[in-house]
């Protein structure tokens, strides 16, 4: 008993040295960071800079139309992203997950691919395949599909097609993790015992796909939310994205650091908040149970 | 209740690997019939078939007289206990007895009641809430065979059902299956490639090896008569000992033996079937059959006797296995312990015996060994 104790409690001692590294650099480099965001976020701002003064007058202002504007607009973005990349992402993921090993690698290989290429690089040439005279609209006009060209760039539609090519790849991957994982025997079970291949798929293949469907939207749904190149570069100056509206408060003059830092860290509530909802709903295990002693006293009267 | 019947059915995969091969086969309603058979020989994927996880190459497939070969699995009125239990790990035992009748959309209150009388049945009613990882192996088969019979199929397919248990287990599972299977009246279908469940379970069962049906039978029909040398073998321990016929008499023939040294020894056999003078042919003599001593034995006339030395002797507790070189022939023998002293043989290694058996075990096979 003492023995396994101490064996224990050296365990225990050796995981915390192996994660101190880890720990180490979410403190200074996340943690305390952050703490300073909010620090900012009470104090005055003046016309380049801060004064050490404290007020709420950045949480006043956040409730201004426009703040809130801008972040409903991130939201629908952010939403729409998701549900695109989720719609198309699962049977993607679905369909090299079912894939011989062969396939399969050179199908992730594929999926990967598109990494390699600098991230700011990609959104450039879309924004000269979406351009008023770009590769898009000359093909549809020499096809003469079209004779205007269309006014796709520097609207929210090119946000959400620049988003979804960015951000697939991040709901493919964990959704393929998902999918793999599960049993396809399961599927044989469920049609043995009446489930037509609709229905297989929404009680067995679904269900148990949770794990990376959750993890896809979360890899997906908060980075476009807190984005701010892509809105940036193909985006509309009608919409402005949150994170836009971040960057020209710290950059442009007059600036105000304060707001910029309270606008960041509502967000940051915000996402942490949707964390914890989802995080809840994944655990809400079938909670209903069959009460037996209920069954037979319903027999006996 | 209705018969099933399995007509010319064939099964390619690829193009050319014939899984199954021109298999006929008629299973009587209410029969607990098994396919047995080494891995590969076909039996799983005629047991696929029945059950429509595979469409045969040609051929049909008959419940009564409907023809069910290209029904789909959600449509035939047949239930599979899979290998792995495949029970659906994100629901309860509950949810997992019920999945069939919630499909077909019964009211709550009856799935409620016939989910629990089905667990009566397998014993798991207190283990209703589990979840299948809370289980154990012994439980997860008693609850996929729960949610199998719960839809009431005609037919239940069980593949391999308890090759992940361990032995104790199996057997005890074993009586289990046989105690549903009289309750519940059905069909089943039973695939296994160990042959001491499937004599001990069946009522029938058909010998498979290379996507044949070598023999169809009951256990002690296939145990006693096998009619392949593959048989003989593949169930149970036997000898197999090369002959030709020398003689015919009314009531037995005369096999001359080859003992493998250029000797020759005669032995009788009561005729399962008519050879001809001459005919080469194999026989096969199950090792608990033969008697042995060390002193000559007082023979009747329809007992064979053979001289040997003895080789090696392995005690096993309830029986003593003695290995008895005849030229250069190796005989097996089953010496049962029905008392504790007197019993004792006191034979000994490199000892001479007799061996004697009766010639209606002399079992004759009408094939000749491949050397």
Redesign the interface.
Known sequence: MDNTKIVLQQKNKLSWILAFPALFWLLFFFFIPYLIVLIYSFLTPTIYDIKFEFTLQAYREIFEWRYIKSFLISLRLATITTVLCLLLGYPVAYFIARSSDKLKNALLFLIIIPFWTNFIIRIFSWRIFLAPEGTLNNILISLGIISEPLMILRTDLAVILVMVYVYLPYMILPLYAGIEKIDFTLINAAMDLGANRWKSFLKVTLPLSKEGIYAGIILVFIPSLGMYVVPHLVGSQESLYIGQIIAYKIKDIPRNWPLASALSFVMLLFVTILMVIIYKFHNRASKIKVDLNENIQKKEF | MEDIKIKNVTKVFDGYFKAVNNVSLEIKAGELFSFLGPSGCGKTTLLRMI???EVPTTGQILIGNEDITFL???HRP???V?Q?Y???????V??NVA??LK??KIPKDEI??R??EMLKIVKM??E??KFPNQLSGGQKQRIAIA??LI?KPKVLLLDEPLAALDLKLRQHMLIELQNIHDVVGITFIYVTHDQSEAISISDRLAVMNEGKILQVGSPDEIYEKPKTIFAANFIGDTNLIDAEVIAKYDDYIELKCDSGDGNHFVIDSAVPFNPEIGQKLTISLRPEKIAISRTPPEMQDDFNLVEGIVEDILYYGSHTHYIVRVGNLRIRVFDQHKRVYVDKTGIDWEEKVFLYWHDEDTHLINEVRES
């Open positions: 059950a429509g996880f789909p699995p959600y047949v239930n599979t899979f792995n495949s029970l659906f790990p994100h629901m309860t509950f949810d999945f069939g499909i077909k409620k009641d989910v629990i009613e207190s209703v809430n949610r199998a839809n």
